[in-house]
């Protein structure tokens, strides 16, 4: 009866590796919730610039960071575009450890390099079609710049967390499946100073926080070149 020796083979096999499945498909540890809210500016309408989606948000765990929060797999391939003079997303997030692609997309060479004391880099300068990228394993805000053209500018906001959300058009933001657990929520935007407040999050999460970032104190400096030195001014015949 080879079939029958055969077919219940395949029924123990298909046991062991359903079993096999079961052991090692992660089990969530604590309950998960949203936590979501919005984000509004504090600043007098006049000077109004309506650039919230630029905005940040992230959970920082309160304590050691659980499984949840530790880098699994392959981390997700950024990419910051270098194209019409502008780095394209003008904001990008990445968890800490992780790297960003900075392709050049123009007819022209750029460069990209940033002096944070967060770790400085400098990918050179480099024409149309190659792409460069750099590591950021350092939690924090890293400002970045082509040391060609001043108007070029982009930040990478490094977390230590899977629970981080880019704002939107309405300052609305989303962090869903948020395990329960005490956190730090940190909100940052261009123009203000980081906002950092506790948050206990409960296992069906938390709704309809609001947080309000003063941007009245912003200074509306330019930045230096690689060298620590004022831009030329730009010239006409030069990209
Ligand atoms: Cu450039």
């Known amino acids: 009866m080879p079939t029958v020796i055969f077919s219940s083979l395949g029924a123990a096999r298909s046991r062991f590796w359903l079993l096999a499945l079961i052991a090692i498909?992660?089990?969530p540890l604590r309950a998960q919730g949203t936590v979501s809210g919005q984000v509004t500016f504090f600043?007098?309408?006049s000077s109004a610039r309506h650039d919230v989606a630029n905005?940040?948000?992230?959970?920082e765990p309160a304590s050691r960071p659980s499984r949840y929060d530790r880098p699994s797999g392959q981390p997700a391939a950024m990419s910051i575009i270098m194209r019409d003079h502008e780095f394209i997303p003008h904001v990008?997030?990445?968890r800490?450890?992780?790297?960003?692609?900075?392709?050049n997309q123009d007819p022209f060479s750029h460069n990209v390099f940033s002096n944070t004391s967060l770790g400085a880099f400098d990918l050179g300068l480099y024409r149309r079609g190659a792409t460069r990228a750099s590591t950021f394993s350092r939690v924090g805000v890293y400002a970045i710049y082509c040391n060609i053209h001043s108007?070029?500018?982009s930040f990478v906001v490094a977390v230590p967390t899977k629970a981080f959300a880019h704002v939107g058009?309405?300052?609305r933001f989303s962090m869903p499946d948020v395990p329960a657990g005490k956190?730090?929520?940190?909100?940052?935007?261009?123009r203000t100073p980081e906002v950092m407040e506790s948050l206990d999050v409960p296992p069906t999460g938390v709704r309809a926080l609001s947080v309000s970032l003063d941007t009245r104190g912003f200074p509306a400096t330019a930045h230096l070149n690689k060298f620590g030195q004022p831009y030329p001014p730009v010239r006409a015949d030069r990209y």
């Open 25 to 27: 498909t992660p089990l």
């Open 43 to 45: 600043e007098p309408a």
């Open 55 to 59: 905005a940040v948000v992230y959970l």
């Open 92 to 94: 990008q997030i990445v």
């Open 96 to 103: 800490a450890g992780g790297s960003v692609d900075f392709p």
């Open 151 to 153: 108007s070029m500018v």
């Open 169 to 171: 058009a309405d300052g």
């Open 183 to 190: 956190y730090v929520l940190h909100v940052w935007h261009e």
